[in-house]
């Protein structure tokens, strides 16, 4: 019964059969000229022979055959219309990307060259990103000084995206460590089985500690054929930015030094490619281009099911006019 209530799913394999309900209005019509001929005009010289109360009772309701004739058609009709309910469930086949995020939160990303500051901006976009994603698995590694995962690759994008809002600087050490970065997210992709690999490194500075130097990390992604899109994230010039003073943290000009070369080369060396974000837009359209320079393929089959649902209305149909069968030649019998 819950089925005939979700009409939104509901459909008619032949709904031409409603061409009868046209027939309902002629019957109306034929049943009131039929009542005017069945009762003719009487001329009688008194009324004393008619008692009022014996003329009521059953024949009031005698129009009530007619109406469950009218239901009988109606749910007739319907029933010749084959009501169904249709259901339907998709096949998604996708040849998945495995992609690891691996982004800057040194000091450094606290510039607010960008709104409400470098750290923050990177977030937000990555959370676009990934809902981009939804067939891909996504991991997400941080590195300053150090490198940590916070997320290894997954399909579950609400555990990803949980873990990428908590990104904070001083979860570690301070410093840029390029390599670091880059060689635990390789470590990420090293036993995964999608179609391509890729690696989405951000930062804003120059790799000045870690124990693992970028030359090693790329030679380590070229072996595991990871591909590496690198990202400068920096204003040209100086930017505003929290420092350290005698007088506690103040925000001071300071020069924008990104190690652009390093980044080139990691990304030609893979056949990735090499961006410059110098403002919230421009981040936004980088994670667009990535987004369109890794496409996924995504095969989805539809499938219908349909339950036929036309027997309540030939039960009421059935009943309906065995009812009016029973009354006509029992309550409501014609006396002659």
């Given at each position: ?32 000229r ?8 009487l001329?009688l ?23 469950l ?53 990177a ?71 999608g ?44 930017a ?63 499938y219908k ?9 030939a ?22």
């Amino acid at each position: 019964m819950s089925e005939l209530m979700d009409w939104k799913h509901i459909t008619f394999a032949q709904p031409l059969f409603f061409a009868l309900l046209l027939l309902i209005p002629f019957m109306v019509w034929w049943q009131l000229r039929r009542k005017k001929e069945d009762n003719p005009a009487l001329r009688l010289t008194t009324l004393g022979g008619l008692n009022p109360a014996q003329a009521g009772g059953r024949a009031r309701f005698r129009p009530l055959l007619f109406v469950l004739r009218i239901i009988c058609l109606t749910a007739l009709v319907i029933a010749l219309a084959r009501p169904q309910s249709t259901n339907t469930t998709e096949n998604v086949d996708s040849d998945g990307i495995d992609i690891v995020l691996s982004i800057d939160v040194s000091g450094s990303m606290l510039a607010e060259d960008f709104k409400p500051n470098r750290i923050e901006a990177a977030k937000a976009e990555a959370l676009r990103f990934i809902d981009q994603r939804p067939t891909d698995r996504i991991g997400l590694v941080i590195f300053s000084g150090e490198s940590f995962t916070m997320c290894p690759i997954t399909i579950d994008h609400n555990v990803l995206k949980n873990q990428l809002s908590q990104i904070k600087n001083g979860m570690m050490t301070d410093g840029t460590s390029i390599g670091m970065g880059l060689a635990t997210a390789v470590d990420r992709l090293r036993n995964a089985k999608g179609k391509s690999k890729v690696v989405i490194l951000m930062t804003d500075g120059v790799n000045n500690t870690g124990m693992i130097d970028p030359s090693t990390a790329l030679e380590i992604a070229k072996a595991y054929k990871v591909r590496i899109y690198t990202i400068g994230i920096g204003t040209m010039g100086q930017a505003l930015m929290p420092q350290q003073t005698p007088y506690g943290i103040q925000k001071q000009m300071v020069p924008v030094e990104i190690d652009e070369r390093l980044l080139k080369q990691m990304a030609k060396s893979t056949n990735g490619k090499y961006f410059r974000a110098t403002g919230n837009k421009a981040l936004s359209n980088i994670y667009d281009d990535i987004d369109k320079l890794e496409k996924t393929k995504i095969d989805i089959t539809s499938y219908k099911h349909y339950a036929e649902l036309f027997f309540p209305f030939a039960m009421i149909a059935v009943v309906c006019l065995l009812l009016e069968l029973v009354l006509r030649y029992t309550v409501f019998r014609s006396i002659t």
